[in-house]
């Protein structure tokens, strides 16, 4: 099954945020900082002013009026508001806002708005500055049992310190808003992952009701996470378009997408981990801090693989923020399982060689019976299966555990593994079906495709609940008006949106066989309702296809022009079971030594993450999480001049993400099954997990070749010289 | 961007007259064009060269090669006599930045461009490249990809180049043509150390226009090659490079021609590396003893440390693998 829009995608006619042709659109460019911490002293606006075309420049010497009602954020503390105050909290902040009437006039005019600064020396070091608890409650203290106690006395004991550099999300489709109003009505076109919390932020930023704001985002061109946010430019395209009377189009530069859309933070973390002589696990200590802005305090899942992934008796966890003059971050692939997943697997890895365990056979004697954190017994948790089946097709079983033990030429080549782990997250969601006389249908949630896949996948669940064929079935999404739907985050759209689509297909099928058996015309009649399925456009008893008639027939038969439902799904308030998906990865990596490169010669993700819809989507998942991981294990590292919070590489040139040539042979294979306590069509995540696990895969494959314990990340060629 | 004009020429003469004005040249307009994006560059008027008849590769009659200054990358790359005679031009080339840029981007254009240096190219930050007496914010910066050869503390921005560094290891001569009439320049004096004026990089007079490379003739056989080092396996720029080019005979190196990419302020010659070769049997201890001398005179920063030691390893892997050895 290919990408149903697949087709308005390679050839062009997928309408991205900025796509959008909209009649009387003016162009804005923002006016970013170019200090990190201080006041703006003033602003000249003359030469931009004064340029043919200009429609207007607004700053907070505007003191333009923006309600800001409260608007629960995604993080403790103060939004960052926009226009409303002198005080400069990062480098790129939005400082003022140029509109013209052409986009290449707003660019030069923006050029031409020099503000003044009384400037501060900023903060921006996290090894530097002083931290604080994480925000409660997302960042809890955790222990169970006694971990120092149990490090003192273990047979072995190993402390490490783990450092991971920052990285953005760098979608391809930079970020852009259209905001257009209609007496007190908003319309915005807008990348989002999340179309409800555009609408209702815009809504609390502006001071009107809910109902009054509309967001459409039918195209996303990727966007891992950083469009899960409500950031400043899409206020400060709404209030351009409100204070000049004109839509207003906004899209970020690339060099803008490092300032205020968000990005993973930096960590340093220290893991303590005591064991027994035959590897059992007896104490783990996790201390980790990570960056935030004085603003908001960030939070994310970063603390749940430390407390269920393996059996350990005595654990204990210490999170800490340390407040910086940079812009909040935001959960980004994988958020703190990734980072925490590259800490605890290549500590595993380090035990292991410590203990000339294999590394797979240690992770399996720690494999826990049921969640060691909660006691819940597993929906599913098929990790050593992956394992079994990953080292079979791997060559696991090949391998010279020694470090430095294979060499090709000048390249030493290793091999290892990881384990990948991501939680069920699942939300609430409605739907809303149509079957037209024709014998077509149309379904809608405002649910989101952020490359992912979503039309398709959710296709596939509408006609097979309705016994449609794909063609006859249309998925639309990416409009606030829609039945609502979470949002696009935390893989959690497959189980959540997918079990709504299905609800509401289930009833509008059971619309349509009510329909039928009562009908004395049709050849269902009188057919118990339960005796009766839906296959290839047809309605038919079940085990005799013969018996039955077509949706065409019955609607038209009964002057029907269409039928209609809308239904929903939310979880169980509190599951009895402890719901992740799991992942075993491996790596081949080769290293030449002596010039301090890497390269990866191959890959394999072997997956449980319960029924798969779409192979094709979820092999595209798995690549891309794959080269993600490989970006954050060997290249990506935004790099920030401390002296000055300036980002000396924003831009795709000298922030390095995988090209072709550094990703070969990656391969992936679902397990097959279905977990249908986690959620009525059986799926677990599956978009967060493929990308956890893989750095930490590659980190220890690099161990295996060369000897050397790398711990930061990136791995570039200065470490392995 | 600021506004500008854009005339398109279509000989030499109407260049050289739009060059007088004060015209730049643009031909591919794969880093001028990137760079006025980015208000680094700010030309008031653009002179559109790419017709010009500078487009062929020709044998010199002494055995050397010319080639054309708008030739583009992939054209030179892929043409028979350069893969031929010269396959470290062709491996210098085919290294650099991407296949789209390769087919825009042109030999003059190349050799004329400017630093990856992100302060350079960041017009909030201090750069005496982009506005002279406003200091090095890389000297104390972030200088991880920065030069450890030809600094200054005015500039530590490296050349990018990759076949700039090719040319100067085989000594090419740069043609120009100006208002003054045609002269040429020793490729190793055509772009300039930074010293105290970092913003002055190519030995070019005001309007003149390079019409072509030219490779001398070296004795046969010849080989040579090119070894880039970089964090990714392509569209990257380099952290060290080596170009090699040894002629061997009697199993004795005759002639040796090494320079350095990724170190310099420019492609930096090898001249003490090329004089432990001379007269010396191919080895490993070869090799290593020559190329011990690749990081002479570096002056490395806080960040880019590792690149001294990373050069002579360049250096000596090139050299085996062009010169052979156990």
Not at chain 1, 32 to 61: E, F, N
Not at chain 1, 238 to 262: D, H, I, S, W
Not at chain 1, 689 to 708: D, E, K, M, W, Y
């Amino acid at each position: 099954m290919s990408r149903v829009d697949g087709r308005l995608k390679v050839t062009g006619q997928a309408k991205y945020a900025a796509d959008h042709d909209i009649d009387g659109v003016v162009h804005a460019v923002v006016v970013d900082s170019s200090v990190a911490r201080g006041r703006i002293t003033g602003i000249d606006t003359r030469a931009a002013d004064a340029l043919h075309g200009v429609l207007g420049v607004i700053s907070h010497l505007d003191r333009p009026s923006l309600a800001y009602r409260d608007n629960p954020g995604p993080f403790p503390g103060r939004r960052l508001r926009v226009f409303q105050d002198d005080a400069v909290r990062f480098m790129g902040q939005p400082v003022a806002v140029v509109v013209a009437t052409t986009l290449e006039t707003a660019q030069h005019a923006a050029d031409l708005v020099k503000v003044s600064y009384a400037a501060e020396t900023p903060s921006t070091d996290l090894t530097r500055s002083p931290a604080v608890d994480g925000p409660a409650p997302f960042a809890r203290p955790y222990t169970r049992g006694d971990a120092q106690e149990a490090l003192g006395s273990a047979d072995v004991r190993m402390d490490m310190t783990y450092r991971l550099s920052r990285n953005h999300h760098n979608p391809m489709e930079t970020q852009a808003t259209i905001a257009r109003w209609d007496g007190g009505r908003l319309t915005v076109w807008d990348k989002t992952q999340h179309v409800l919390g555009t609408r209702n932020e815009l809504a609390a930023v502006f001071g009107i009701p809910q109902e009054n704001v509309r967001v459409l985002s039918p195209f996303v061109g990727g966007a891992f996470g950083n469009a899960l946010r409500t950031w400043p430019h899409v206020t400060i395209a709404a209030l351009a378009a409100r204070e000049l009377g004109r839509p207003v189009k906004l899209a970020l530069t690339r060099r803008q997408m490092y300032f205020t859309v968000g990005y993973r933070p930096a960590y340093e973390y220290k893991l303590s981990l005591g064991s027994t002589r035959r590897g059992r696990l007896t104490a783990m200590t996790h201390e980790m801090k990570y960056e935030t802005s004085r603003y908001e305090q960030f939070w994310e899942a970063n603390q749940a693989l430390g407390q269920m992934l393996y059996a350990v008796p005595n654990v204990s966890q210490h999170v800490q923020t340390v407040p910086l003059d940079v812009s909040t971050p935001m959960w980004m692939r994988g958020p703190g399982y990734g980072s925490a997943a590259f800490v605890i697997e290549t500590a595993m890895d380090e035990l292991a060689h410590e203990l000339g365990i294999d590394p797979i056979e240690l992770r399996l004697r720690n494999e826990p019976g049921e969640d060691p954190s909660t006691q819940q017994p597993f929906s599913t948790r098929r990790l050593r299966e992956c394992f079994r089946v990953g080292a079979r097709a791997f060559g696991w079983h090949r391998r010279d555990p020694r470090p430095r033990s294979t060499r090709d030429g000048d390249w030493l080549i290793g091999t290892g593994v990881a384990t990948g782990c991501y939680d069920v997250f699942l939300g609430q969601a409605e739907a809303h079906a149509r079957l037209d006389a024709d014998g077509t249908a149309v379904v809608q949630s405002a649910t989101h495709d952020t490359g992912t896949g979503t039309y398709t996948s959710m296709t596939q669940v509408a006609a097979d609940a309705l016994g449609l064929p794909m063609r006859q079935v249309t998925f639309r999404l990416g409009d606030s008006a829609m039945p609502p739907a979470p949002p696009q985050g935390a893989s959690q759209t497959m189980a959540t949106v997918g079990s709504a689509v299905q609800d509401t297909c289930d009833k509008l099928r059971q619309q349509a066989i009510t329909l039928a058996v009562e009908d004395e015309r049709s050849p269902l009649h009188g057919v118990d309702a339960d005796d009766v399925v839906a296959g290839g456009g047809r309605l038919h008893v079940k085990g005799a296809p013969a018996r039955g008639e077509t949706y065409r027939r019955l609607l038209a038969r009964n002057h029907r022009t269409h039928l209609e439902a809308r239904g929903s799904w939310a979880p169980e308030e509190n599951s009895r079971f402890s719901m992740y998906g799991y992942a075993a990865m491996f790596a081949e990596v080769a290293v030449d030594a002596r010039l301090g490169l890497v390269r990866v010669r191959r890959m394999l993700g072997v997956y449980d993450a319960g029924r798969i819809i779409s192979p094709k989507l979820a092999e595209s998942q798995a690549v891309g999480g794959m080269v993600g991981g490989i970006g954050a294990a060997l290249l990506e590292h935004t790099v920030t001049d401390h002296r000055d919070g300036r980002i000396v590489n924003a831009n795709l040139a000298d922030y390095l993400v995988p090209v072709n040539a550094d990703i070969p042979d990656l391969k992936a294979v679902y397990l097959d099954g279905e977990d249908y306590k986690a959620d009525p069509i059986g799926v677990k995540s599956l978009g967060e997990l493929v990308q956890i696990g893989v750095a930490p895969a590659l980190a220890n494959a690099v161990f295996h070749a060369t000897g050397r314990r790398v711990r930061n990340l990136p791995i570039t060629a200065e470490a392995l010289l | 961007m600021h506004p500008f004009s854009y005339t398109r020429v279509s000989d030499t003469r109407a260049a050289l007259d739009a060059g007088r004005r004060g015209g730049r040249y643009i031909a591919g307009g794969t880093t001028l064009v990137d760079l006025m994006r980015e208000t680094v560059e700010r030309p008031r008027a653009l002179v559109d060269i790419s017709a010009l008849p500078l487009r062929e590769v020709t044998v010199t009659r002494r055995g050397g090669l010319r080639i054309g200054a708008l030739v583009r990358m992939a054209e030179a790359a892929a043409h028979p006599r350069v893969r031929a005679l010269y396959p470290v031009i062709s491996q210098a080339l085919e290294l650099s930045a991407s296949a789209q840029l390769r087919n825009m981007a042109t030999i003059g254009g190349n050799i004329m461009q400017r630093t990856r240096c992100s302060y350079f190219r960041d017009v909030t930050a201090a750069c005496n490249k982009r506005e002279p007496g406003t200091g090095c914010a890389a000297l104390h910066g972030v200088n991880r990809t920065h030069a450890i050869l030809g600094t200054s503390d005015d500039c530590v921005a490296t050349h990018p180049s990759d076949v700039a560094v090719a040319f100067a290891a085989l000594e090419a001569t740069v043609h120009l043509l100006g208002p003054a009439g045609e002269r040429t320049v020793p490729f190793a004096d055509f772009l300039l150390e930074p010293g105290s004026t970092p913003s002055r990089e190519q030995a070019l007079r005001p309007g003149e226009l390079i019409t072509a490379v030219e490779i001398p003739a070296l004795p046969r056989p010849l080989k040579s090659g090119y070894l880039k080092v970089r964090d990714r396996q392509s569209y990257e720029f380099a952290l060290t490079s080596a170009a090699v080019a040894l002629h061997i005979r009697g199993g004795v190196i005759r002639e040796a021609k090494v320079a350095a990419g990724g170190v310099g302020t420019v492609p930096w010659k090898l001249p003490a590396v090329e004089g432990r070769l001379i007269g010396q049997r191919p080895s490993d201890a070869l090799w290593t003893t020559a190329a011990e001398r690749a990081a002479d005179g570096a002056r490395p920063l806080p960040h880019n440390r590792f690149k001294v030691e990373l050069l002579r390893r360049t250096v000596e892997r090139q050299l085996r693998v062009i010169g052979g050895g156990k």
